[in-house]
């Protein structure tokens, strides 16, 4: 039976979700290498759990906006900002929020890949850092060369490698540069499905990518960087 009127809860109507404001906001980033400006006032937002791609022709910018998202690069002008803060500052939670795999990592070339991946979750704090380096290793497929040194891997291994070191730490952004590069059709389908569970975890992946099926995959929004501009041998 139906309740009087005021016996009855009243169906309060959901109020509107204000957007929730972006991991990452880059606005007018600029950077300038001698007498080009690469980037003339870039503008992007990344929110958490999403995925925005970089793609663009070779030369466009794509890793300079990255490299000056993970500050190792700095800008000419603009602004990055991390969670509402500057990402300058380099603060503790700054520094803990950004796991990066660029194109070019290093490995210590005494440190065994199981040695690698114990650093990386021990200098992040990780709590059972042990059983967390052992279910990435499985993940990545390296388990059989946990005991290897960077050297006497193969080129996608090394990438794997790389690529896990991400994985084994505290993330709320993922940056990603051309993470396709080197794997095999069965390293792209599981870097695929993990960087949507990333998603789906509330983390935000930002990624340059020339692999068209990975980038379908992943992205919620691409973003051409240089799109505006023309080839480099065809400017005026
Ligand atoms: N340290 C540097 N000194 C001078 N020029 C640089 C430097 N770093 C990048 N550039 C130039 O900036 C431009 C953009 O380079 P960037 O690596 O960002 O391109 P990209 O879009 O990532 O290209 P690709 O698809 O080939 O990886 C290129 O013309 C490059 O030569």
Redesign the pocket.
Known sequence: MARPPHQQKKQRKPKPKAEAPPLLRVSGLRRR??E?D?LAGFDLDVRAGEAVALV?????????VLRCVTGADKPTGGTIELDGKPLDERSEQVRTHLAVVMDDMDFFPDLSVVEHLDLFAKAHRVADAQELVDEVLHEVGLIAQAGQLPGTLSSGQRRRLALASAFVRPRQLLVLD?PEQRLDRAGLDWLAGRLVQEKAQGLAVLM?S?ATALVEAVADRVVD?GAHREPAGREA
């Not at 663009?56 to 300079?64: C, D, L, W, Y």
């Open positions: 290498f001698g080009v690469v663009g022709r070779n030369g466009a910018g794509k890793s300079t051309e340059a020339h960087v």
